[in-house]
């Protein structure tokens, strides 16, 4: 799957967003498993790996509270 990522688009696509030539290093999914995006093609494009760690850092932030509300919060003293 990664090659054929790479092979149809080799550069990050968010550093091209910015302006920067960059190699993509890592298939990223556009709308992440966790809210329901798919594992195939349509849903995937190529990052750099610091391109990706803001979106990364961001989506563990929102699940946070989610997991918290199910019963996540930590230990009772």
Known sequence: MRAALYSGNPLCVECDRLGR??????RDHIKPLAEG???DASNAQGCAMPAMMPRA???????EPAALGRGGGGKSL
């Open 21 to 26: 030539v960059t190699l993509a290093t890592q």
């Open 37 to 39: 995006g798919t594992d």
């Open 57 to 63: 850092k961001q989506s563990r932030r929102e699940a």
